[in-house]
T-cell receptor, first 110, second 110 residues
Framework: KNEVEQSPQNLTAQEGEFITINCSYSVGISALHWLQQHPGGGIVSLFM???GKKKHGRLIATINIQEKHSSLHITASHPRDSAVYIC????????????FGEGTQLTVNP | AAGVIQSPRHLIKEKRETATLKCYPI?????VYWYQQGPGQDPQFLISFYEKMQSDKGSIPDRFSAQQFSDYHSELNMSSLELGDSALYFC?????????FGPGTRLTVL
């Protein structure tokens, strides 16, 4: 079992829909990152969370440390949101290296 | 704003050759991380440096070595290349905890 698991693995939505991607982890963490990877391969950091909730534009990220769970929400989704969304954690016992989930492939159709 | 720069962006090598990947962190960032992402896989941590010293080591083959220089840029040296080394190699930099990723170097070993 992976230390970081995401669901769903693939998600297809219509433009304008509200999207939720989930991340569960099984280890103690000091921070959780949400990353976006476009088809060209480049990775963009969206959020770094250690508690609570953060919002940036149409993106919202929440984390529940007790339940070892985080969600990434996209409101009013747009085709340009199509990408792979990756949850990555910084383990309490592994310094600052990141351990990655397998990613969620999001496709937003016009 | 300045981002993490990686060069080259694409590299094609033959088996048993050597390759050098370079990473230029965001100005004033003192920590550099290297990750390897194989085809269809999530990124795996290779090695990191803080203030020019190796700070953490992951699943980096003995054929690979890396260092961080006085200007904080880092180089990943890969020798005796194997077909399985074909991957996207990401560098990330940080000043405190949040990691910012470069665009990656896509290495193809023929």
């Amino acid at each position: 079992k992976n230390e970081v698991e995401q669901s769903p693995q693939n998600l297809t939505a219509q433009e304008g829909e509200f999207i939720t991607i989930n991340c569960s982890y099984s280890v103690g963490i000091s921070a959780l990152h949400w990353l976006q990877q476009h088809p060209g391969g480049g990775i963009v950091s969206l959020f770094m969370l250690s508690s609570g909730k953060k919002k940036h534009g149409r993106l919202i990220a929440t984390i529940n440390i007790q339940e070892k769970h985080s969600s990434l929400h996209i409101t009013a989704s747009h085709p340009r949101d199509s990408a792979v969304y990756i949850c990555a954690v910084r383990r309490e016992t592994s310094g600052s290296r990141l351990t990655f989930g397998e990613g969620t492939q999001l496709t937003v159709n016009p | 704003a300045a981002g993490v720069i990686q060069s080259p962006r694409h590299l094609i090598k033959e088996k048993r050759e050597t390759a050098t990947l370079k990473c230029y962190p965001i100005p004033r960032h003192d920590t550099v991380y290297w990750y390897q992402q194989g085809p269809g896989q999530d990124p795996q941590f290779l090695i990191s440096f803080y203030e020019k010293m190796q700070s953490d080591k992951g699943s980096i083959p003995d054929r690979f070595s890396a260092q961080q220089f006085s200007d904080y840029h880092s180089e990943l040296n890969m020798s005796s290349l194997e077909l399985g080394d074909s991957a996207l190699y990401f560098c990330a930099s940080s000043l405190h905890n949040e990691q910012f990723f470069g665009p990656g170097t896509r290495l193809t070993v023929l």
